[in-house]
Nanobody, 127 residues
Framework: QLQLVESGGGLVQPGGSLRVSCAASGYTLDYYAIGWFRQAPGKDHEGVSCISSSGDSTNYADSVKGRFTISRDNAKNTVYLQMNSLKPEDTAVYYC????????????????????WGQGTQVTVSS
């Protein structure tokens, strides 16, 4: 079965950068669309970004457009989220998730579409 493990979270000052990783095991990630989600204490679960299984397309929440970049390296069975110009409101546990798409060239970041989830990695943005 597909398993996902996030890493790379930590403490960063406002304006700083982090790259979080989502490493898959048990099965190849090539067939799956991958999404990044986040949840802050007391806040709703929020879709951040996704990348299609083909890599043809990506989507971003308005709150992170221009600052975050999602990418995938199928040879390493890993998906990345590069986070730049971080703000305190970006503080959350970040989760990666996967689903088998009907269309390999698109993706969505609605949580209910995703079948497999990682355990999350904490990102804290504070001075």
């Amino acid at each position: 079965q597909l398993q996902l493990v996030e890493s790379g979270g930590g403490l960063v000052q406002p304006g700083g950068s982090l790259r979080v990783s989502c490493a898959a095991s048990g099965y190849t990630l090539d067939y799956y669309a991958i999404g990044w989600f986040r949840q802050a204490p007391g806040k709703d679960h929020e879709g951040v970004s996704c990348i299609s299984s083909s890599g043809d397309s990506t989507n971003y929440a308005d709150s992170v457009k221009g600052r975050f970049t999602i990418s995938r390296d199928n040879a390493k069975n890993t998906v990345y989220l590069q986070m730049n110009s971080l703000k305190p409101e970006d503080t959350a546990v970040y989760y990666c998730a996967a689903y088998l798409p009907s269309n390999i060239s698109i993706c969505v970041y609605r949580g209910y579409d995703y079948t497999y989830w990682g355990q999350g990695t904490q990102v804290t943005v504070s001075s």
